[in-house]
């Protein structure tokens, strides 16, 4: 059980430095170039047809609601509440994906994980470890925690 509660604890703040770490990354990026993206993304939006500007909505309904679900354990659902929250509104949008995706390969693990008793039991110390690890993390982004 020690064993695997060190592996999600790792797992946790692999995702999070790497996300961290892409963020920092796309921020020295040229300025000019992101505005180039942004503009061709909201093209694409604008020539999508009705069906999957429907589908987009009810992602970004998703998203609002706390994206990939529960994982079933207390202390997770509440790190990745908050995470989630500070990626949408702390994190500049350059680097919002790369964080959001280490987030969900976190919450599937977890997820995963808590499919066991062995597992979920496991978590519980596991989240409040990646919860404190996140803290730290994301003090420059002056999340709420």
């Known amino acids: 059980m020690r064993r695997l509660m060190l592996t999600l604890s790792l797992f ?6 790497l996300g961290l770490a892409a963020c920092k990354k796309e921020q020295a990026a040229n300025p ?4 180039e993206e942004v503009k061709k993304e909201e093209g694409k939006k604008e020539e999508a047809k ?4 429907k589908d987009e909505k009810k992602e970004e309904a998703k998203k609002e609601e706390g994206g990939g679900g529960s994982v079933g354990v207390a202390e997770c659902d509440e790190y990745l509440t908050k995470y989630e929250k500070c990626i949408g509104s ?3 949008e350059a680097g919002r994906a790369a964080m959001k995706s280490g987030m969900d390969q ?3 693990a977890w997820k995963k994980a808590a499919a066991t008793a062995e597992g979920k039991a496991a978590l519980g110390a596991a989240c409040k470890t990646a919860m404190e690890a996140a803290k730290k993390a994301t003090a420059a982004f002056n999340c709420e925690w």
């Not at 946790?12 to 430095?17: Q, Y």
């Not at 009705?50 to 500007?53: G, I, Q, R, T, V």
């Open 106 to 108: 976190t919450r599937d």
């Open 90 to 92: 702390k994190v500049p």
């Open 50 to 53: 009705p069906e999957e500007k």
């Open 12 to 17: 946790a703040a692999l995702g999070l430095m």
């Open 32 to 35: 000019d170039e992101k505005k």
